[in-house]
């Protein structure tokens, strides 16, 4: 298992003042220091980058982008935060954000009226519908079939692509709602809705999870689902609700993606969303092992990526170039929040300190009971 | 105590063809192997005996090249061996074969003899060579198996089977077995034993590790016994009796212990047996793991299972926990038949069990000491009904008082704790729960004799405000100081089930669980 980010290297004791140190060792150090450097590199590049200005009642300016492109990530990295809490992965989000623009795309072009308030709240229940059994079919071949996560998740990440060119018989369907397109393109109290409903939503995510034990518990089932299971928590049940979330969580950012574009498009929307998700996870110090999890350092991780894009943009990195762009700046900020990296670099510029001892593996699988 | 080997006279007058000198090794903290040393004759069985921490496996590492010693040689066929790293004891001839199986299950058999040095032709694996070496080695070892056929077609037994026959054909000149026969049942231990005796009429020599005594008198032609890291002595079989040997394993010093323990016994008068009893098993088993048994449990009783390591005592344990679930027998909790089909329903029942693996089985290792103590009791009640924060503080501020916790931070990552507060830990997370039936197993090893002796007093409150306690323990002192009934296991079997008043003697437990008999 990998020690939290927090823990840092163990013995390691540099020279630093104890409130430093600790506030290096705090979880969301590295994730929040790092978003903030690329917001700041920004700066130099464009000078108006923090500018906000109100226009139309409405504010505009690169960070409000960086929020509201960025809300369908935050989003989906939301649920998969919990299944990965668990010990689990769900592939299938990508899918389900695009199953979800469709069918409610779907039925709203086919609806008699587009642009009521009725037709639109009935694809929305449609499509949280729907995923909602999506998410249930996933936790279930995993909590009760024990198929492992990746395997029974991959099953619709690859089906469900299918599924939605099903429902869209493989054309875009654009829609002219607009009541549709508030989701993922109006704006309420001078704020895009979707960024608003995205902070809806984490906060009623961060709020039950740690205000009612089931944060802790999901933390018990990942941390050891050995020990869990003789303490009495009732694993499959957990594990079924955090698919469930997790659909209806990458369900709500395929209404956003496809509201913002007022069309759904079964090939694309949402397509490797689920790689972005299990990145900002990562970045956002859960580790893909199980255990703690932090859905603040989800937000900044789903942040950093969608700041990232932003810049890429902004810079005017060629297009032929910019996944390697991205990949070079994701592997700088895993190597720098992984604590053996850091160890290294510490070690090489102190060459005097004595290395950490590189733990004979086989000493720990002594007999030793004195 | 620690007699140096040489004088006895060995069971063949040839060199031996390997041997060990004056081991020493220490890992931190531990003095694991102090002036060890062992001698091995081709075409012997020689068992190595030892208590759980006695220093067996690392011996076997140290022999094997895992591990360098810091004192002492090693010699094979009388030149010095200095080997760096398990390929070169391998080249020395010297095989091992592990408790678990290192193959792979998915590939053929055939493969999995000769992984690693297939016979190629033009740099690729020539395939009809590499089965007809297979199949000529299977013969000569008297093996009846289609080598084209997957390994886990086969079962555990003749799995272990190919992985001796792996060894062997790395020119063993010593096969280590370790526990080979942990997992098996009798016809394929009596199955594997043929094949050992065979590879030992052709003159390999075999260092036998096991926990079965039967098995010791059964194979094997001289043993050495090693205690707490030293070298207790090298004896013939014919000069032992398995009440001696236990003897010489668990140490002679316990005989003077006979009136201290009646002196310091701290159980209180047993109870009253009451009307029915709390929990009570009848033919309770679970095949492979324990035989038939039938236990009661009375309401501020504590009940003793002694017996070596791998005699079945966690085994019977995990069955009234529900941890596995019992495949015969009947269990009756106040009378009422119940069948335990999971922990969650043994927890329902007020029944709490602290595992022995306290890692693996016990600590979510990255929650803090708060969040591990309160688990059971919050699982219990569901994650909608969550403990208020400061009921969880309330309670962490005063288990961690109650039992002395150290560090007294309930918001430490329990990982970071030493094993015997890790242990308090998991107490204080079922006390928590007020159980009716406590099952501890080896809550005091590994841990410092203070926390050891708080632990011990804590059972017998427990027990005599009406707590009912399973105590499992290798200590046998142990067991007698605190059980009012000492249930004594031998080979998956409950063979006995003694009062303990008047006091019993740790002598005749140990006669007990050598000869399997009640009396």
């Given at each position: ?370 | ?10 069971t063949?007058?040839?060199?031996p063809?390997l ?19 062992l001698r091995l004759f081709?075409?012997e069985v020689h068992a190595l ?125 010593v096969?280590i ?23 030992r009429?052709?003159?390999?020599a075999i260092l036998f590790v ?6 010791v008198?059964?194979l094997c032609d001289r043993v050495t ?9 090298e004896?013939?079989i ?282």
């Open positions: 298992m990998t020690p939290p980010d927090d823990i840092g290297a163990g013995g390691r004791r540099p020279a630093r003042a104890p409130g430093a140190r600790r506030l290096t060792r705090h979880r969301l150090f590295w994730p929040a220091t790092f978003l903030a450097s690329l917001l700041l590199g920004n700066v130099a590049f464009t000078h108006d980058f923090f500018a906000v200005r109100v226009q139309n009642g409405h504010l505009y300016g690169s960070l409000i982008d960086i929020l509201q492109f960025g809300a369908p990530l935050i989003l989906v990295s939301l649920g998969m935060t919990l299944v990965i809490a668990t010990r689990g992965i769900d592939l299938s989000v990508g899918s389900t954000v695009a199953i979800a623009g469709a069918l409610a795309c779907e039925h709203i072009a086919t609806a008699k009226d587009p642009g009521s308030l009725p037709t639109v709240l009935s694809a929305i229940t449609l499509a949280v519908g729907v995923a909602a059994a999506i998410g249930l079919l996933n936790g279930l071949l995993v909590a009760r079939l024990y198929v492992q996560p990746i395997v029974a998740t991959l099953v619709l990440m690859v089906a469900g692509r299918g599924v939605a060119q099903l429902i869209t018989d493989g054309q875009i369907i654009s829609v002219s709602s607009s009541a549709y397109k508030m989701i993922g393109g109006g704006y309420w109290l001078t704020l895009p809705f979707a960024v608003l409903l995205a902070a809806a939503l984490v906060a009623v995510t961060s709020f039950v999870t740690r205000r009612t034990a089931l944060g802790m518990l999901i933390e018990s089932v990942g941390g050891n689902p050995v020990a869990s299971r003789l303490v009495g928590v009732r694993a499959a049940g957990l594990l079924v609700m955090v698919y469930v979330v997790s659909a209806v969580c990458a369900a709500v950012a395929g209404l956003m993606i496809s509201s913002n574009v007022s069309s759904a498009d079964g090939n694309n929307a949402g397509l490797w969303i689920e790689l972005d998700a299990i990145l900002a996870v990562v970045i956002g110090g859960t580790a893909l092992t199980g255990g703690r999890f932090s859905v603040g350092g989800t937000v900044l991780g789903a942040l950093i990526i969608q700041t990232l894009s932003t810049t890429i943009y902004t810079l005017g990195v060629p297009p032929e170039t910019t996944l390697v762009f991205k990949a070079l700046v994701v592997m700088a900020v895993c190597l720098v929040q992984s604590p053996a990296f850091r160890a290294r670099l510490s070690r090489r510029r102190r060459p005097a300190a004595s290395a950490p001892a590189v733990g004979d593996a086989g000493v720990r699988q002594q007999e030793v009971h004195p | 105590m620690a007699a140096p080997p040489g004088p006895r006279t060995p063949r007058t040839d060199q063809v041997q060990a000198r004056g081991i020493r090794k220490a890992f931190p903290g531990v003095l694991a192997l102090d002036g060890v040393g081709p075409g005996m030892g208590e759980n921490g006695a220093g067996k496996s690392t011996l076997i590492k140290v022999l094997t090249g895992v591990h360098p010693p810091d004192e002492g040689s090693v010699s094979v066929d009388g030149s010095l061996q200095r080997f760096a790293e398990p390929l070169e004891a391998q080249h020395a001839g010297i095989s091992t074969v592990y408790q678990e199986v290192n193959l792979c299950p998915n590939l053929s058999v055939a493969e999995n003899l000769l992984v690693g040095r297939e016979p190629r032709r033009l740099g690729l694996i020539h395939w009809s060579a590499l089965y007809a070496r297979a199949a000529r080695l299977i013969t000569e070892l008297e093996l009846d198996l289609d080598v084209r056929l997957p390994l886990s077609a086969y079962s555990l037994a003749v799995q272990q089977l190919v992985a001796i026959a792996r060894a062997v054909d790395l020119e063993a000149k096969l077995l370790d526990e080979p026969t942990s997992s098996l049942d009798r016809d394929e231990v009596a199955q594997l034993f043929s094949l050992v005796r065979r590879l009429d052709r003159g390999v096991t926990h079965f005594l039967d098995q008198f059964d016994v090693l205690r707490g890291g030293r070298l207790e002595g004896y013939r014919d000069e032992l009796t398995p009440v001696t040997l236990v003897h010489r394993m668990v140490g002679s010093e316990l005989r003077t212990l006979d009136e201290l323990a009646e002196t310091s016994r701290t159980a209180s008068a047993a109870p009253v047996p009451a009307e029915t009893p709390f929990l009570s098993a009848r033919g309770l088993a679970r095949s492979g793991a324990v035989q038939p048994y039938d236990l009661d449990i009375h309401r501020g009783e504590v009940i003793g299972l002694a017996g070596l390591l791998g005699s079945g005592r966690t085994e019977a344990a995990r069955l009234l926990f529900g941890a596995d679930h019992a495949d015969a027998g009947g269990l009756r909790i106040n009378g009422e038949r119940t069948d335990l089909r999971s922990p969650r329903a043994a927890i329902a029942r007020r029944i709490a069990f602290c595992s022995e693996n306290r890692k693996a089985e016990g600590l979510i290792a990255e929650l803090t000491v708060r969040e591990n103590i309160v688990l059971a009791l919050q699982a219990a009640r569901g994650w909608a009904r969550p403990l208020s924060r400061a009921r969880q503080d309330e309670i962490a501020a005063r288990w961690t008082e109650v039992l002395d916790i150290r560090p007294a931070d309930p918001e430490a990552q329990v990982r970071n704790l030493s094993g015997g507060n890790q242990q308090k830990v998991l107490l204080a997370r079922w006390l928590l729960t007020d159980p009716e039936l406590l099952i501890l197993d080896e809550p005091t090893r590994g841990i410092d004799i203070g926390a050891k002796t708080e632990i011990q007093k804590l059972v017998t409150r427990l027990a005599s405000e009406g707590t009912a306690v399973v105590f499992i323990s290798a200590e046998i002192e142990e067991v007698l100081r605190l059980s009012h009934r000492v249930g004594v296991l031998r080979d998956h079997r409950l063979v006995a089930t003694l009062l303990n008043d008047p006091p019993l003697t740790p002598d005749r437990i140990l006669g007990t669980i050598a000869t399997g008999a009640t009396s």
